[in-house]
């Protein structure tokens, strides 16, 4: 309490409209900046679960595949004819099927 005391003693006598232009710009930035990226977090979240044997991806540094097999916390990727790699979940960026309705 004490130091509302003094934020509205140094904004003087518009102390209450300082303070709602402060709970304002935590609004907007709420809404347009922190509300979205939690948003597409869930998306992206969704997505790497729900990733599955046969499907085309696309990982973070560009390889495309084709998922051969899902662990718990990587896949193994077929990236051409008897090539197989094993990438963490996380790298994987999108799915080539998305990609394409875009």
Excluded: C, W
């Amino acid at each position: 309490m004490n130091l509302l005391n003094v934020l509205l003693q140094a904004a003087g006598g518009s102390g209450m409209s300082s303070i709602l232009m402060l709970v304002l710009i935590i609004v907007i930035f709420y809404f347009f900046m922190i509300r979205p990226q939690q948003k597409r977090q869930k998306e992206e979240k969704k997505f790497r679960e729900s990733l599955t044997k046969g499907q085309k991806v696309v990982t973070i540094g560009g390889l495309h595949g084709k998922i051969a097999e899902v662990k718990e916390t990587t896949v193994l990727m077929e990236v051409a004819n008897d090539v197989k790699i094993e990438v963490e979940k996380t790298a994987i960026a999108m799915s080539v099927v998305a990609e394409q309705k875009k």
